[in-house]
């Protein structure tokens, strides 16, 4: 029964994404893990991934027993393709293109870069659905540009059916079948921790649910706990709750994408009125056909970040700071074991002192802009 209404989700995604085929799971690091494993990343093998992420990108690459190799990042917060291009060729088995908040930076160099070295190219799309890119690229949707890409909620599409056989023999050999816990522990960890939080109380009860997470890590406890996971067993599909909710979201996504449209005009807006800086786009993004590139969150560079955020935080207004580290929210020692070395990448250390960003979706109003543009000018 389950299967089929993941399989029904499944082909849905791939008609949204224009994709060669999709196959869903329960987690994104879940989905990254097995199309590492179907492009043939192998233990010691290299890959690619930007120096402002999470630890679900860098957890996948390490269950695969390869190697993060961590690239430092441009103005728009995604790799700089001259950090590919230094690169010897052949020294990467594949590079993770995140498109942070849903911009993809400087793709159409990073993808030449990435062919001129000669890696693979995953999209990783966590931040983005359905936001089209360029009129050069004739408009085609971000994760369609490399072999395979990731999306929210822990879809994995691929580009090719030779590709989607690999896949489903990786997922045959390697995932499981999901299990209550793994599919009502995330939904509530979502409902109370997630970037698309909706009212004051959400934000309020998120903001506070990372300090407490925060307290308990300097207090000793590891995000890291013991040795990765063995990876037959560490990717599970989807099930049935997830899947029903990923074929809602789909429905209501044009609806989402208008909203995060008119509310990042609105930002920049009132951004200008308040003498702020707007976020840096690619000439693409500005023209009538890039228009409608959707921004998951708004971001901008501040002084005094965690006491904005803070400030924010108390009053239930959804400013966030993260990522926290280049592999949020791994510190210290934390990041030596994914092989991070403090120092390695300036910029991205340099950003994460200093950004914040805003919502683009529904929980956001003038209102509550008008409040933030007030704590991020130190008014309150
Ligand atoms: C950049 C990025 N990639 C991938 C993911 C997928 O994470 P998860 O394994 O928690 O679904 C996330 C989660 O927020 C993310 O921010």
Redesign the pocket.
């Known amino acids: 029964m389950s299967d089929y209404w993941r399989r029904k989700y499944e082909d849905a995604f791939a008609q949204f994404a224009d994709a060669c085929g999709a196959r869903a799971f329960?987690?994104?690091?879940?989905?990254?893990a097995i199309l590492l494993k179907a492009l043939d990343v192998n233990p010691g093998d290299k890959v690619g991934v930007?120096a402002f992420?999470?630890l679900?990108?860098v957890?996948?690459v390490k269950v695969c027993q390869a190697i993060p190799v961590y690239l430092d990042i441009d103005e728009h917060l995604c790799i700089d393709p001259q950090e590919i291009l230094i690169q010897d060729r052949g020294s990467f088995k594949a590079v993770i293109l995140?498109h942070?908040f849903g911009n993809p930076g400087r793709l159409e160099q990073n993808l030449s870069a990435c062919n001129k070295i000669g890696a693979k190219i995953i999209e990783?799309c966590?931040?983005t659905l359905d936001c089209e890119w360029g009129s050069e690229w004739n408009e085609r949707k971000l994760g369609t540009f490399g072999e395979g890409a990731?999306h929210?909620?822990?879809m994995l599409t691929v580009n090719s059916s030779r590709l989607l056989e690999k896949v489903d023999r990786q997922i045959e050999r390697l995932a499981l079948p999901t299990s209550a816990k793994s599919e009502l522990l995330?939904a509530f960890l979502r409902m109370l921790y997630h970037?698309f939080s909706q009212s004051r109380l959400d934000c309020f009860l998120g903001y506070n649910y990372s300090r407490l997470r925060g307290l308990l890590r300097s207090r000793g406890s590891s995000f890291l706990k013991s040795d990765w996971p063995p990876l037959p067993g560490f990717s599970r599909l989807s099930g049935e709750t997830k899947a029903k909710a990923g074929l809602k979201k789909l429905e209501n996504w044009q609806k989402l994408q208008q909203t995060r449209l008119q509310n990042t005009a609105m930002i920049e807006e009132h951004f200008k009125d308040a003498g702020l800086s707007l976020c840096p786009r690619q000439p693409q993004a500005q023209s009538p056909k890039g228009a409608n590139m959707t921004l998951m969150r708004y971001p901008l560079r501040v002084y005094k970040k965690w006491e904005k955020v803070h400030r924010a935080g108390i009053r239930g207004l959804d400013i966030a700071g993260w990522?926290n580290s280049p592999v949020?929210p791994l510190t210290g020692d934390d990041l030596t074991k994914v092989n991070y070395q403090e120092g390695s990448c300036p910029r991205a250390e340099g950003t994460i002192e200093r950004l914040i960003h805003l919502p683009t979706g529904p929980s956001l109003n003038k209102h509550k802009l008008e409040e933030m543009i007030r704590i991020i000018n130190g008014f309150f």
């Open positions: 329960g987690l994104g690091r879940h989905a990254l930007c992420t999470c679900a990108v957890e996948a995140q942070t990783d966590a931040h990731v929210p909620g822990g995330p970037p990522y949020h």
